[in-house]
Antibody, heavy 119, light 110 residues
Framework: QVQLQESGPGLVKPSETLSLTCAVSGYSISSGYYWGWIRQPPGKGLEWIGSIYHSGSTYYNPSLKSRVTISLDTSKNQFSLKLSSVTAADTAVYYC????????????WGQGTLVTVSS | QSVLTQPPSVSGAPGQRVTISCTGSNTNIGAGYDVHWYQQLPGTAPKLLIYGNNNRPSGVPDRFSGSKSGTSASLAITGLQAEDEADYYCQSYDSGLSWVFGGGTKLTVL
């Protein structure tokens, strides 16, 4: 059974960098699939942040591209998100998820982690 | 403003059929990209309900079905049950924006 688990600080100061990790179990991230990050501000809808292919190719939401970096750590079977220069607007529940490709949707999701941007 | 447009809310009585629409454009749904649907129960992560326009992952009841035509897609739920009360999101791919979601629809079971 594939499982994803997000981890990272729950509180980040404005202008700093948000860093999250998604640990994957039950599947080797180097074997295939896209690995993505999606966020949901409190009371609002879902927003795709970006995805990384198992080969290392990255794809980012154009509205966030200048601030986002997604990377793989195959030795630990995990992938990470870095979002720089955060503001209160980046406060959200952050989910990591897996996708076979844009014809398949995101089939496995982490439980999500709330990140609050506040001084 | 989401790239994919959904009604903010829909409602129906137990046993009834409801549909949720998802309207896109010629750069996403109309360009032939597949549509997927997610169900999000309160306080939980989204769950894939329909992928590739009309395919159900293992374990999803056949009360849920999807369709796509032109620049729009729809999710239909028949035999509505109290446990179906949730937020529903459509998702597709956009040639300029990559993965995109609809704004979400809150389903209320009366």
């Amino acid at each position: 059974q594939v499982q994803l688990q997000e981890s990272g600080p729950g509180l980040v100061k404005p202008s700093e960098t948000l860093s999250l990790t998604c640990a994957v179990s039950g599947y080797s991230i180097s074997s295939g699939y896209y690995w993505g990050w999606i966020r949901q501000p409190p009371g609002k809808g879902l927003e795709w942040i970006g995805s990384i292919y198992h080969s290392g190719s990255t794809y980012y939401n154009p509205s966030l591209k200048s601030r986002v970096t997604i990377s793989l750590d195959t030795s630990k079977n995990q992938f990470s998100l870095k979002l720089s220069s955060v503001t209160a607007a980046d406060t959200a529940v952050y989910y990591c998820a897996r996708s076979r490709g844009h014809s398949y949707g995101f089939d496995y999701w982490g439980q999500g982690t709330l990140v609050t941007v506040s001084s | 403003q989401s790239v994919l447009t959904q009604p903010p809310s829909v409602s129906g009585a137990p046993g009834q059929r409801v549909t949720i629409s998802c309207t896109g454009s010629n750069t996403n749904i109309g360009a032939g990209y597949d549509v997927h649907w997610y169900q999000q129960l309160p306080g939980t992560a989204p769950k894939l309900l329909i992928y590739g326009n009309n395919n159900r992952p293992s374990g999803v009841p056949d009360r849920f079905s999807g369709s796509k035509s032109g620049t729009s897609a729809s999710l239909a739920i028949t035999g509505l049950q109290a446990e179906d009360e949730a937020d529903y999101y459509c998702q597709s791919y956009d040639s300029g924006l990559s993965w995109v979601f609809g704004g979400g629809t809150k389903l209320t079971v009366l």
